[in-house]
C-alpha cells in the first residue's frame, strides 16, 4: 500500500520486523517454517494473538531465533478489520396473526 506506515515502536521491535530479519517476508513462508496452521500464523502476524512462552519456544526452535530476541518484541498492533460491510443487522420477525374466528 502506498502512504501506508509501518507500526513504529520505541523499544523494540514486532514479530514481523523479527521475522524479516531472518527472510520471511509472507506469511504463507512463516506459517510453513514455525509449523503453524494458517489461522493462528495469521492471528500472530497481524497481532490478534498474543506470543506466549511456548509459543516462542516453538518458534525459536522451528526458526533458530534465540529466545531472548522473541521475549523483547513489542505487542504488535492490531491490523483493523476490513472486512465486507458492517456487522450484521436482524430484524425482528413478525408473528403471525391467528386466523380470526366467525
Not at 490478534?48 to 513489542?74: F, N
Amino acid at each position: 500500500m502506498r502512504g501506508a506506515k509501518m507500526p513504529t515502536t520505541i523499544g523494540g521491535m514486532i514479530l514481523r520486523e523479527l521475522l524479516r530479519e531472518y527472510g520471511m517476508t509472507r506469511l504463507t513462508e512463516f506459517a510453513q517454517r514455525a509449523d503453524l496452521k494458517m489461522p493462528h500464523a495469521w492471528n500472530l502476524w497481524h497481532g490478534r494473538a498474543k506470543l506466549g512462552l511456548k509459543m516462542m519456544r516453538k518458534l525459536s526452535q522451528h526458526l533458530g531465533i534465540p529466545i531472548t530476541r522473541l521475549i523483547d518484541l513489542e505487542p504488535t498492533p492490531q491490523t483493523p478489520y476490513q472486512g465486507k460491510g458492517g456487522p450484521r443487522v436482524y430484524r425482528k420477525r413478525r408473528r403471525k396473526r391467528p386466523p380470526e374466528s366467525c
